[in-house]
């Protein structure tokens, strides 16, 4: 097998993109919008509730709601709407990998790589397809099932979708993140005809539905995929697919 030599200068060429990188992760900044995940055009707008200028996307500014603003809670739902990274900042919680807490979700960089693939589609009005090939507990599934819960949260009603794994426990436990982040939605954010939560769907264990939404969640695995057969799905996530 041939070696590959690295040299002094592309070794020293390395460290410094990669302190870059740091420093661009370091300026990230979900709540003013500083270094966020949104392929469109942030501008720099006064929030005249607080005061304070924040980075947010211009599908935001041509919101037909956007002149309707009157309460600070109009524009934080607002920028829910549109903003997939302070919605996860905002609304989103999720255990904590280290310590035993619910946190805010802040997105690393691998996972603003995700939303920039995503939004890039949905804005552009193209399916949302994307493949991952990945290392393990970088919180890529955690993203993926959490885009797809602010999609059927801020932006569609009675839009079904999908999650299946290699084996039922996975997929269970997976959707059960969704759990802490609706337990501790902020209810003057929630745009729902009832309080955030996941319930049982016509007695079948599989499905729940987020209640005031009218959205499925079905588990599923590849050991049984005839149990989703003639079912009504918008959004599929699929897990080790490579098993």
């Known amino acids: 097998m041939e070696t590959q030599t690295i040299t002094i200068e592309e070794i020293l060429c390395e460290n410094t993109r990669r302190r870059l990188k740091e420093k661009e992760a370091a300026a990230y900044d979900p709540e003013t919008g500083r270094g966020c995940s949104c392929p469109l055009r942030r501008v720099e707008k006064l929030n005249p509730f607080t005061g304070h200028k924040e980075h947010v996307p211009e599908e935001m500014t041509a919101d037909p709601d956007w002149p309707l603003m009157h309460t600070a809670n109009d524009w934080r739902r607002l920028r829910c709407r549109h903003d997939f990274d302070y919605w996860a900042w905002t609304c989103a919680r999720i255990k904590d990998k280290v310590r035993p807490e619910i946190v805010p979700f802040r997105l690393n960089r691998g996972q603003r790589r995700v939303v920039e693939a995503l939004e890039s589609d949905r804005l552009a009005g193209r399916p949302m397809r994307l493949i991952v090939l990945k290392a393990r507990q970088w919180g890529c599934t955690t993203v993926v099932e959490m885009y797809i819960a602010w999609l059927q949260c801020c932006h569609v009603r009675n839009w079904h979708s999908l ?60 050991e049984s995929v005839n149990s989703v057969r003639g079912s009504d799905y918008a959004m599929a996530h699929l897990t080790e697919v490579a098993f």
Do not use: F, K, N
């Open 163 to 222: 999650l299946c794994s290699q084996v039922q426990g996975v997929s269970g436990s997976i959707r059960g993140m969704l759990e802490p982040m609706l337990r501790h939605y902020p209810a003057e954010l929630w745009e729902g005809d009832e309080a955030p939560s996941l319930r049982a769907y016509q007695g079948q264990s599989g499905i729940r539905e987020l209640a005031g939404r009218g959205c499925h969640i079905t588990i599923a695995t590849s």
